[in-house]
């Protein structure tokens, strides 16, 4: 991209974050600021590209979407942020969001069931020159072990329940991010505190569309 369009993109995420984010309540300046500096096009297809700032989700291959910029900014404000904290991401997808987090924490782990997606994202994610961020290829559903306990855990993908072992290595008092699906069918986000031993405080947002969250087993059907 030359110098023009350097600017150009630069003036589309200012305008973004001035009418889809700040009109709409989204006030953390950290989150704000990685709004502006995190170039959404460069993790959209080139038949996208003239999409990238506008106010929806993108496909980005394999069933999947890149996410509106609203609820990347208000999943990340949500998790209420400093820098020293450690979060785990599970599905990279295209890797914005995990661009959106490494720019306000300390560590960023993301989680990836579809092989082919997390290639794509790494190589944005090293092109953009992020090097606190750790992948891995495998299911959601187990989280990142060897690496818990976390402070944060964000899930980019719609459960039918709270997953237990993302509670397991989630932080005392430590908050999960994840969309959650009524009997109904009607998705919310849901804001998840970790109390006690493995209980958990659930606070109800608003009402979202994510793609559901799959097994290992079903990525590779």
Request: one cysteine or more; aromatic letters at 4%.
């Amino acid at each position: 991209m030359n110098k023009d369009g350097v600017e150009d993109a630069r003036d589309h995420r200012q305008r973004m974050v001035s009418a889809q984010l700040e009109a709409r309540g989204i006030r953390d300046p950290q989150v704000l600021a990685a709004m502006r500096r995190v170039p959404r096009h460069a993790f959209v297809g080139p038949e996208h590209i003239d999409e990238a700032y506008t106010d929806s989700p993108l496909p980005i291959g394999e069933d999947q979407t890149i996410s509106q910029p609203y609820i990347v900014a208000l999943m990340t404000e949500m998790l209420d942020l400093c820098p020293d904290l450690r979060v785990l991401e599970i599905g990279t997808g295209s890797g914005y969001q995990a661009a959106v987090l490494a720019e306000v924490v300390g560590e960023v782990f993301t989680v990836e069931v579809k092989a082919g997606l997390l290639d794509t994202a790494r190589q944005c994610l090293d092109r953009a020159g992020h090097d606190n961020i750790h992948f891995r290829h495998g299911d959601g559903w187990d989280g990142w072990p060897e690496f818990a306990p976390f402070d944060r855990v964000m899930v980019t993908a719609c459960a039918g329940r709270v997953p237990p072992r993302l509670l397991g290595q989630l932080s005392p008092n430590g908050v999960m991010i994840l969309p959650l699906a009524r009997d109904s069918g009607e998705q919310i986000l849901c804001r998840v505190t970790r109390s006690g031993s493995l209980g958990m405080d659930i606070q109800e947002g608003i009402p979202v569309r994510f793609v559901p969250m799959i097994s290992g087993e079903e990525a590779e059907q």
